[in-house]
């Protein structure tokens, strides 16, 4: 059994009241125009996922408390969850610190955030002469 903390509103359970959502941080591949994504791309954005043995990174809904997603850091094997965080956040810093070289997530959290706009966001940027408004 789970023993789950919602990050939002602090509900406590176990995995039967939470809904779990997949593993955390997967980009849609950034652009304004989605022709422009090559077939590889949208197969690894819409399919492929890591799949480790130890720490791994995975989104949670908490069903019985506020409704809310929140991202968890959770150890595969031992079942344990090492923290819980926003769903726009980065992993807390002593938890990438944590992330041994042979797990697939080590180095995916090096780079310092980015602040781009979502690609539909930017899409609506653009005016209807195609300028950037
Ligand atoms: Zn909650």
């Known amino acids: 059994m789970l023993l789950i903390t919602c990050h939002v509103c602090g509900a406590q359970g176990d995995e039967t009241d939470f809904h779990y959502g997949g593993q955390a941080h997967?980009?849609?591949?950034?652009?304004?125009?989605?022709?422009?994504?090559?077939?590889?791309?949208?197969?690894?954005?819409?399919?492929?996922?890591?799949?480790?043995?130890?720490?791994?990174?995975?989104?949670?809904?908490?069903?019985?408390?506020?409704?809310?997603?929140?991202h968890a850091a959770r150890d595969t094997v031992t079942m344990a969850f090492a923290a819980t965080y926003g769903v726009t956040e980065r992993p807390?810093?002593?938890?990438?610190?944590?992330?041994?070289?042979?797990?697939?997530?080590?180095?995916?959290?090096?780079?310092?955030?980015?602040?781009e706009p979502h690609p539909e966001e930017a899409h609506r940027a653009v005016s209807k002469d195609g300028e950037p408004s």
């Open 26 to 70: 997967v980009r849609r591949p950034a652009t304004a125009n989605p022709e422009d994504i090559s077939e590889a791309a949208q197969r690894d954005y819409m399919y492929t996922r890591l799949n480790p043995k130890g720490l791994h990174f995975e989104r949670w809904r908490c069903d019985r408390g506020c409704g809310k997603w929140f």
């Open 92 to 115: 807390p810093a002593h938890i990438i610190a944590m992330i041994p070289e042979t797990n697939p997530w080590h180095g995916v959290f090096t780079e310092a955030p980015v602040s």
